[in-house]
């Protein structure tokens, strides 16, 4: 059972590049990055997300055009089902996980079109630092470095 917090869960623009995002919050997080932004989700909390909560809350937030899972939970194979009826029951809703392993499984880049991987270190900063140890892939492809363009355009 994957379980989501609801009163989190928004319409995020910065996430993913050039979505726009539905982020959901994942409990039950296996990660224990310092500087955690959100320690609480490691708990046992929130609501389980199903299949027709999924539908609902993208029936909710029309015009997103990519679903955000923020953690994998403690359900792999709840999380990689309810990426694959994204992709059935929503087709044109890219589907999107933030993973805090260094490493995920392959059936992850199957299933979700966006995958970031690195638990977040704070002296190396977030994705759009380009010291961090964070990558964001795009169908098996790194694309952390879009996150950069600000950064190095200012920097000219």
């Known amino acids: 059972m994957l379980k989501y917090v609801p009163e989190l869960t928004d319409i995020v623009a910065e996430e993913i590049p050039d979505r726009v995002t539905l982020?959901?919050?994942?409990?039950?997080?296996?990660g224990n990055c310092p500087g955690c932004h959100s320690p609480f989700l490691r708990n046992d909390i929130g609501t389980e997300l199903t299949p027709v909560l999924v539908d609902k809350l993208l029936a909710d937030n029309f015009g997103a055009n990519c679903f955000l899972f923020l953690g994998e939970g403690n359900d792999s194979e709840a999380?990689?089902?309810?990426?694959?009826?994204?992709?059935?029951?929503h087709p044109g809703v890219e589907t999107a996980v933030y993973s805090g392993r260094d490493k995920v499984e392959d059936s992850f880049y199957d299933a979700f079109d966006y995958v970031k991987t690195g638990p977040y270190i704070a002296a190396l900063g977030p994705l759009d630092n380009p010291n961090t140890n964070q990558r964001l892939y795009y169908h098996g492809k790194d694309i952390t470095s879009v996150f950069w363009r600000k950064i190095l355009t200012e920097n000219k």
Not at 79 to 89: C, D, F, Q, T, V
């Open 23 to 30: 982020a959901v919050e994942i409990s039950n997080c296996r």
């Open 79 to 89: 999380l990689l089902n309810l990426a694959r009826h994204i992709k059935s029951a």
